[in-house]
């Protein structure tokens, strides 16, 4: 996040994605293409996990991942910055709101790489830690997910500008430790599960879906996609878990919004609400069309 100089008003700027990326490595290429936001998938079958990480972060069926997800959304709706939805007794982030954010991050990471999200993913739960570092795990209570960007706040004072402007500052900071952390201690195992299962669909779907998002964008999204790499990552991830993991399309909707409204600027969450209400309904559609049971004999 960005604090704003101004004495007047303080405006309530985007918490930054931060990842560990190649100096060299850019999405701004000379060479153009309809959507870039690309990455090289490799093939699922060439995984190769350590025997712990296979037990620990084992694909759970798509509809049973979706049972929990929907049972932890209708069990979380404490007030906003309630602690006890964020973390479980470990101490690490439990919610279905922390494994979309990680995706999202892996998934814009891989993008600007050009490399696979899953081989990403798995690269980054696994790699081993620095020496001497020390991860606080209260840092997780005062992060908060439901932080959005915002109208400017009017402020009275230099004093109050100031306030704002070091809180805004101790905010930033803690976003930027969590979100760069090792995830092993910032989020349990149904959140690192649950993350591995969207961005495994995003790969298996990814190419249908390039021709889906063609149909719903804007025009100016596509005639500059190497700017709407966050948006276009949110709709990847919304559609993936709409079809592949079986939640709700309600609730992927709200969260994609929600992920948009965090970390995008401009009109990218009204863009996005409708462009997956469109491919809801043109999802729905398809579906009904196909035949629910194979004919029996």
Same mark, same amino acid.
């Given at each position: 996040?960005? =604090?704003?100089?101004?004495?007047?008003? #303080?405006?309530?700027?985007?918490?930054?994605?931060?990842?560990?990326?190649?100096?060299?490595?850019?999405? $701004? #290429?000379?060479? &153009?293409?309809?959507?870039?936001?690309?990455?090289?998938?490799?093939?699922?079958?060439?995984?190769?996990?350590?025997? #712990?990480?296979?037990?620990?972060?084992?694909?759970?069926?798509? $509809?049973?991942?979706?049972?929990?997800?929907?049972?932890?959304?209708?069990?979380?709706?404490?007030?906003? @910055?309630?602690?006890?939805? *964020?973390?479980? *007794?470990?101490?690490?982030?439990?919610?279905?709101?922390?494994?979309?954010?990680?995706?999202?991050? !892996?998934? /814009?990471?891989?993008?600007?790489? @050009?490399?696979?999200?899953? +081989?990403?993913?798995?690269?980054?739960?696994?790699?081993?830690?620095?020496?001497? /570092?020390? $991860?606080?795990? =209260?840092?997780?209570?005062? /992060?908060?997910?439901?932080?959005?960007?915002?109208?400017?706040?009017?402020?009275?004072?230099?004093?109050?500008?100031? @306030?704002?402007?070091?809180?805004?500052?101790?905010?930033?900071?803690?976003?930027?430790?969590?979100?760069?952390?090792?995830? *092993?201690?910032?989020?349990?195992? $149904?959140?690192?599960?649950?993350?591995?299962?969207?961005?495994?669909?995003?790969?298996? +779907?990814?190419?249908?879906?390039?021709?889906?998002?063609?149909?719903?964008?804007?025009?100016?999204?596509?005639?500059?996609? =190497?700017?709407?790499?966050?948006?276009?990552?949110?709709?990847?991830?919304?559609?993936?878990?709409? %079809?592949? !993991?079986? %939640?709700?399309?309600?609730?992927?909707?709200?969260?994609?919004?929600?992920?948009?409204?965090?970390?995008?600027?401009?009109? =990218?969450?009204?863009?996005?609400?409708?462009?997956? &209400?469109?491919?809801?309904?043109?999802?729905?559609?398809?579906?009904?069309? &196909?035949?629910?049971?194979?004919? %029996?004999?």
């Amino acid at each position: 996040m960005e =604090a704003c100089c101004l004495c007047s008003s #303080s405006s309530s700027p985007k918490p930054h994605l931060s990842f560990n990326i190649s100096p060299n490595s850019s999405p $701004f #290429s000379a060479r &153009r293409h309809p959507l870039l936001v690309s990455f090289h998938p490799i093939p699922l079958k060439g995984l190769i996990l350590s025997p #712990s990480s296979r037990s620990s972060l084992q694909i759970s069926p798509p $509809f049973a991942v979706a049972e929990a997800l929907e049972q932890a959304a209708e069990t979380s709706a404490s007030p906003r @910055g309630a602690s006890s939805s *964020k973390v479980d *007794k470990s101490g690490r982030f439990c919610s279905p709101r922390a494994a979309r954010e990680l995706a999202l991050m !892996i998934a /814009y990471a891989a993008c600007l790489e @050009g490399s696979d999200p899953v +081989r990403l993913f798995d690269k980054r739960v696994n790699a081993k830690r620095e020496p001497g /570092y020390v $991860f606080d795990k =209260a840092i997780l209570l005062q /992060y908060d997910h439901m932080s959005f960007g915002g109208a400017p706040v009017e402020v009275g004072t230099e004093e109050e500008a100031e @306030g704002l402007m070091l809180q805004n500052d101790k905010d930033s900071a803690n976003e930027a430790e969590v979100l760069s952390a090792p995830p *092993k201690l910032v989020y349990n195992k $149904f959140v690192l599960r649950l993350t591995r299962n969207i961005l495994v669909a995003v790969v298996d +779907r990814w190419n249908d879906h390039v021709r889906l998002i063609a149909k719903v964008i804007p025009q100016n999204w596509k005639d500059e996609p =190497a700017a709407r790499i966050l948006e276009l990552c949110i709709l990847h991830l919304a559609m993936a878990e709409i %079809t592949s !993991i079986g %939640t709700r399309h309600q609730i992927v909707i709200n969260e994609a919004v929600d992920l948009a409204k965090r970390f995008c600027d401009g009109c =990218a969450p009204r863009v996005i609400n409708g462009c997956l &209400r469109t491919f809801v309904k043109e999802y729905n559609t398809v579906d009904t069309v &196909r035949p629910s049971e194979a004919p %029996t004999a």
